[in-house]
C-alpha cells in the first residue's frame, strides 16, 4: 500500500481545511488508516483513525469537536476534515494505515504542511 497525504496550506485561524489520503496498490477496505501529525520539535502525534471495517472512529482530545474522518465509497481515499483551526493544529500531517487494530502502523505516505496563522 502506499499512501500519499495533500490538500495542506497556510490558513487563519478559525478557517478550515480538508486533507485527502489517497490509497495505491491496494483499497483501505480491511484497513485502518490513521491520522498524525508532527509540529517543529515536537513528537508526531495522533490525530485519529477509522476503521474501514467496523466503522470506528476515533479522535484525540486535541481535536476532538473540530476534526472529521471520513472516506469515499470506494475505499481508496479518506479525509481529514479540519475546521475552527487554531496555531496550535500547525504541523505536517500524515496519514497511515495498518491491516489491523491491533497491529501498528505499517505503511506511511509523505506528510503535507499545515500552517495556521493567528
Known amino acids: 500500500v502506499q499512501l500519499q497525504a495533500s490538500g495542506g496550506g497556510l490558513v487563519q485561524a478559525g478557517d478550515s481545511l480538508r486533507l485527502s489520503c489517497t490509497a495505491s496498490?491496494?483499497?483501505?477496505?480491511?484497513?485502518?488508516l490513521g491520522w498524525f501529525r508532527q509540529a517543529p520539535g515536537k513528537e508526531r502525534e495522533f490525530v485519529g483513525e477509522?476503521?474501514?471495517?467496523?466503522?470506528?472512529?476515533f479522535y484525540a482530545d486535541s481535536v476532538k469537536g473540530r476534526f472529521t474522518i471520513s472516506g469515499d465509497n470506494a475505499k481508496t481515499t479518506a479525509y481529514l476534515q479540519m475546521n475552527r483551526l487554531k496555531p496550535e493544529d500547525t504541523a505536517i500531517y500524515y496519514c497511515?494505515?495498518?491491516?489491523?487494530?491491533?497491529?501498528?502502523?505499517?505503511?506511511w505516505g509523505q506528510g503535507t504542511q499545515v500552517t495556521v496563522s493567528s
Open positions: 497511515a494505515a495498518k491491516v489491523a487494530a491491533a497491529r501498528p502502523y505499517e505503511y
Open positions: 496498490g491496494r483499497t483501505f477496505s480491511t484497513y485502518v
Open positions: 477509522i476503521s474501514w471495517r467496523s466503522g470506528a472512529i
